[in-house]
Each structure stands twice: as structure tokens, then as C-alpha cells.
């Protein structure tokens, strides 16, 4: 528990300098050659991701997120033909969204715009008070799913850091994606190969959660207690609550396994499968029900990704390594290196 005057609970605290040169732009080829920071027992290990595969353990549970990133930028016209954007931020009810506009101010309840030359259409039913976007219904005239003809007219949206990029959509997906429903990559899978998943001496089990943009933003309130988390779907099924209970170590690859996890330990206690929305917001003083270890990328300052990370090993433990990761010129973010935390140090 942490008190009251703590420096772990001020958001400032949790702030870095990064050169925009350290932001990735491409990621590395092949997937595992990315460079891998290890919190080993003697300090910092200095690796290459591939090398995964000796860390990891018998008995060990990878716990890997199989969301897919969903086409969720829309370019199209309002019946006057000004151009209009969306970006798609989570489903509300059938062929029904939230979304970020743009340009927002003229884009009233009872507005249409189309997408895809009139294939998808899209209705303003009303402002969003809790995204500051809209709450928009779609229709389409054919029999086909809504993510079939999102895949048809829409873009998969990078993060906005990434500026100059060449990297193809599929770079940006996770070799397991198959639920369809993120609008940000779960980024610390994108480090693996196949070749790599089949050298592991761990075992290997999936779970759902789709990533909503709030992930990404800067904690905005000055106490991180103030902080008001989002919503994100979470699913945690039967055979993965049956390997959890068998494990040695329990082992998340990226921060949205671990917070489905811990989502998921909050809701049953760990004993059945669940599914349903998550909010749990994890800083320094939460104490871990299931997850011992982490996989990780680096972290934007600020961010409830940070102070995730932060509840494992510590803040200042935490921004000395991402100093030590910046000065030898690590690739940070989204298409960036990875860390390794084998079991929580504080």
C-alpha cells in the first residue's frame, strides 16, 4: 500500500526524456532480431530477443493476446462531398461504434457519410461525452459481416509516432491475431517468429483483449488515483484457467495479458473462465495475483502502461533501465526492442 505523499503516485514521476531518433519507425527483420533488455539477477542483460528461448523454463505459461487489429480508419464523403475521417474505438451494439471524428465540428447527430464509393455507410446518431468523438451506426447492403467490408474499405491505423514508415499492415498483426477487434497491436508479440514459438520450452496458451486507444494515452490527471481507466473486452476461456493452475511460472507476453489476467483473478478468483469488460488500472502497490513474469516493449512517458510495468519492478528501477536503454540506442514503441522481467523484483 502505498502512502498518501508517495513519489509512485504523481504522474510527473513517471516522465522520461526520449530523442525522437530512439522512436522506431520500421520494425527489425526477421520479427526476432529485435534487441531483448533482460532484469537478470546479477542487473541488466543486454540480448536479442530470439534468445527467448533460453530464458524461458519448463513449467513456464506464455500467455500470449490473439486480438487482431482491425482496419478502424475510414476515409470517406458527407453527401456535400467534404472529406470526413474516423477512427473506430470500440462496438457498442450491432454494426453500432464509437469513434473519433474528424473534423468534429461538422459532423452533427443525423449526418451520412460514405466510405468505399456507397459500400459502407455511416449515420451520426449522437456526440460521445465519454471519447469527445460520436456514437455512429453503419449499414451495408450486402449479406457479408461488418468486419468483412471493414477489411474492404478501412485501413489498419498506426499509432501517431509512427510517421515514415514502410512496414506492411500484416507487420503490425501478431502471428496468432484471429479475433478481430483491437485498434492498437498487443506490440510485445510482434517480436516472435514461428520458428522461435517452436523452440520454446514453455508451454503456450492465448487469451483476448482488444486494445482500445486509451491504452496509449498520457495519464492526465496529476494523482494517478484520479486517473479514470477505459473499458477494454476481455476473454479468458476454460483450457487457459486449466493451464494457469498447472504452471510454474506464469508468464505475459505484453501488458494486455497481464492486465487480462489480473482483470480476470479480480472478477473469479482465478477458479473459472470469464469474459465481459475490464477497467483494472495497475500501478506500484498492486499486488499480483497471477502474472510472475512479463514481456514487454517500451513505453510512451507517462502512460498506465509505464505504471503497469512500474508494479513489477519498481519506478525508479524501471527509468533507470529505460535510460540505460536510451543511451545504448535501443528502438523504442510500437515497432521498437523488447524487455524481459522473469518474475516481479519488488
Not at 520454446?200 to 495519464?219: E, K, N
Request: aromatic share 10%.
Amino acid at each position: 500500500m502505498l502512502l498518501p505523499n508517495s513519489p509512485d503516485l504523481y504522474t510527473a514521476n513517471y516522465d522520461y526524456q526520449l530523442p525522437p531518433s530512439s522512436i522506431a519507425q520500421n520494425p527489425v527483420e526477421p520479427r526476432d532480431h529485435s534487441r531483448l533488455l533482460v532484469f537478470g539477477k546479477e542487473g541488466l542483460e543486454h540480448r536479442y530477443f530470439y534468445e527467448l528461448s533460453d530464458l524461458l523454463e519448463p513449467g513456464d505459461l506464455l500467455v500470449l493476446n490473439n486480438t487482431k487489429v482491425i482496419p478502424a480508419r475510414l476515409l470517406g464523403h458527407k453527401r456535400t462531398g467534404a472529406a470526413v475521417e474516423l477512427l473506430l474505438l470500440a462496438p457498442l451494439a450491432e454494426n453500432r461504434w464509437q469513434a473519433l471524428v474528424r473534423p468534429g465540428k461538422r459532423l452533427l447527430p443525423g449526418t451520412k457519410v460514405d466510405f468505399g464509393n456507397g459500400l459502407l455507410t455511416a449515420e451520426i446518431l449522437e456526440k460521445d461525452s465519454a471519447t469527445g468523438g460520436r456514437i455512429i451506426q453503419f449499414v451495408y447492403p450486402d449479406d457479408r459481416t461488418f468486419y468483412e467490408v471493414l477489411d474492404e474499405v478501412g485501413q489498419v491505423p498506426l499509432p501517431p509516432y509512427i510517421t515514415d514508415s514502410q512496414a506492411s499492415a500484416d507487420r503490425y498483426q501478431t502471428l496468432w491475431a484471429t479475433q478481430p477487434g483491437a485498434v492498437a497491436a498487443p506490440t510485445a508479440g510482434l517480436h516472435f517468429t514461428q520458428e522461435l514459438l517452436d523452440k520454446l520450452p514453455a508451454s503456450i496458451t492465448q487469451i483476448t483483449l482488444h486494445v482500445g486507444l486509451g491504452t496509449f494515452r498520457p495519464v492526465s490527471t496529476e494523482c494517478i488515483t484520479d486517473h479514470v481507466m477505459h473499458q477494454e473486452w476481455v476473454e479468458i476461456p476454460q483450457n487457459t484457467v486449466e493451464a494457469i493452475h498447472k504452471a510454474k511460472r506464469v508468464i505475459a507476453c505484453g501488458t494486455t495479458a497481464a492486465r487480462a489476467l489480473e482483470a480476470w483473478a479480480q472478477h473469479t478468483n482465478g477458479q473459472s473462465p470469464w469474459q465481459g469488460q475490464a477497467d483494472l488500472f495497475i500501478y506500484p502497490g498492486y499486488q499480483w495475483r497471477i502474472v510472475d513474469g512479463l514481456i514487454t516493449n517500451f513505453h510512451l512517458p507517462r502512460s498506465s502502461l509505464l505504471m503497469l510495468v512500474s508494479a513489477l519492478v519498481g519506478r525508479e528501477n524501471l527509468l533507470r533501465a529505460y535510460q540505460e536503454a536510451i543511451n545504448r540506442g535501443y528502438r523504442f514503441y510500437s515497432f521498437g526492442d523488447a524487455m524481459f522481467i522473469p518474475s516481479a523484483l519488488i
